[in-house]
C-alpha cells in the first residue's frame, strides 16, 4: 500500500492556520473562525445518506449518521467517529468532516456515527471524553433494540471501531481506555483508530521546536488549544495531554490500534513515542508512521484521503496484526 503521505508536502495550503483565527476576549470567552456546513444529505440520487439526532438534549451533544445508499446485503461495520480541532473548533457539520464520513461510510463501506461534542473552553477536558463514551453507549444502545433503523437493519455490532482525527484521535483513545471498564454487551470493540493524534507535553519535541510557521498547526496555535482546552490549571504534562507520560510503567488494556502519522506534522514525533509506549504497555499497535505529508492532509489532499481510508479498511477488514 502506498504510504499514506508521499508526496504530500508539494500539495500543502498555503493559507493562514484557522487555529491562529481564535480571537480570545478579556472575558474569557472566544470567537472562532468560520467555516463552511454542511446539512444532512437524503434522496435516492444521493450515495450516502445522513441524518441528525440528538444524543445529549441537556448537553446539546448530538450524532449526524451515515449509510451506503443503497446498503449492501452484507451488513457493515460501525465506526463511531470524532472529528478534530484541537478540541476547541469545528462540528460534526463541518463541510471537510462531513465529506470524509460520506467518503468512508461510501467506500469502507460502513455506518459512520459522527459525534457533535461539546467543545472548549466552554467545556473543558474531560467533557469531549463524556460525549464519545456518549455515542459508543449510543450505539451500544441500539444493539439492545432502541431502534434506529438504519443501525438496527444494517449494522454489525461484532464489528465496532472508535476513530478520530487528531484531537478527536486523543477522543478516540481516551474513550477507548474508559470503554474497556463498562459492559458494552451486545456490541464488540473491535479496534481503535488514530489518525494523527494530538498529544503534547512541557517539553518540546524536536518536530514541534521546527513548527513555528507550520501552516496547519504552528507552534502557538499548537499552545493556545492545549490552554483552552485543558482543565484550569493543568499543565501540558497532563494525563490528557501527555499520554506517553501517563502510560508510562503501566499495563494499558485497549483493543488493537492503528496508528496513522507522516513526517511533516508537528505531532510525529509524540506519535511515535505514544505508539512505542502504548505498545510496550501491552496493546496490539499497526504503526503507519513514515509516510511524508503535514497536519490534517487527508482534508486537503484527495489523494491522502482515499490512502487513509485504504489504511482503514484494510485495518477493520483483515484485522492487520502488530507490526
Not at 19 to 47: A, K, M, N, W, Y
Not at 122 to 130: F, I, M
Request: with cysteine; glycine share 8%.
Amino acid at each position: 500500500m502506498d504510504e499514506i503521505g508521499a508526496g504530500a508536502e508539494k500539495t500543502q495550503p498555503k493559507s493562514a492556520s484557522l487555529f491562529l483565527q481564535i480571537v480570545e476576549h478579556l472575558d474569557g470567552t472566544i470567537s472562532r473562525p468560520i467555516v463552511p456546513i454542511s446539512p444532512p444529505e437524503s434522496g435516492p440520487e444521493c450515495p450516502v445518506v445522513s441524518k441528525d439526532l440528538t444524543l445529549n438534549a441537556i448537553h446539546g451533544t448530538s450524532l449526524r449518521l451515515y449509510c451506503p445508499n443503497p446498503p449492501p446485503s452484507h451488513k457493515l461495520p460501525i465506526i463511531v467517529f470524532f472529528h478534530g480541532g484541537g478540541f476547541v473548533v469545528f462540528n460534526a457539520s463541518s463541510v471537510f468532516y462531513h465529506e470524509g464520513c460520506e467518503q468512508m461510510a461510501a467506500e469502507l463501506p460502513a455506518l459512520v456515527v459522527s459525534l457533535d461534542y461539546r467543545l472548549a473552553p466552554e467545556h473543558r477536558l474531560p467533557a469531549a471524553y463524556d460525549d464519545a463514551v456518549d455515542a459508543l453507549l449510543w450505539v451500544r444502545d441500539q444493539a439492545k433494540g432502541a431502534g434506529d433503523p438504519w443501525i438496527a437493519g444494517h449494522a454489525d455490532f461484532s464489528r465496532c471501531f472508535l476513530m478520530g482525527s487528531s484531537s478527536g484521535a486523543n477522543m478516540a483513545y481516551h474513550a477507548g481506555l474508559r470503554a474497556m471498564d463498562l459492559d458494552l454487551l451486545p456490541i464488540a470493540l473491535d479496534g481503535v483508530v488514530l489518525n494523527q493524534p494530538y498529544f503534547g507535553g512541557e517539553a518540546r519535541t524536536p518536530s514541534e521546536t521546527a513548527s513555528e510557521e507550520d501552516p496547519i498547526l504552528p507552534l502557538r496555535a499548537n499552545d493556545t488549544m492545549w490552554r483552552l482546552a485543558l482543565p484550569k490549571d493543568a499543565d501540558r504534562d497532563h494525563e490528557f495531554c501527555n499520554a506517553v507520560a501517563a502510560i508510562s510503567g503501566r499495563r494499558i488494556r485497549l483493543p488493537r490500534c492503528l496508528i496513522l502519522g507522516c513526517n511533516g506534522d508537528p505531532l510525529i514525533d509524540r506519535q511515535r513515542e505514544f505508539a512505542s509506549a502504548l505498545g510496550e504497555a501491552g496493546v496490539s499497535v499497526v504503526p503507519r508512521l513514515d509516510g511524508e505529508g503535514f497536519h490534517a492532509m487527508e482534508l486537503f489532499v484527495p489523494e491522502k484521503a482515499a490512502a487513509l481510508i485504504a489504511e482503514v479498511r484494510e485495518f477493520i477488514s483483515n484485522g492487520v496484526a502488530a507490526a
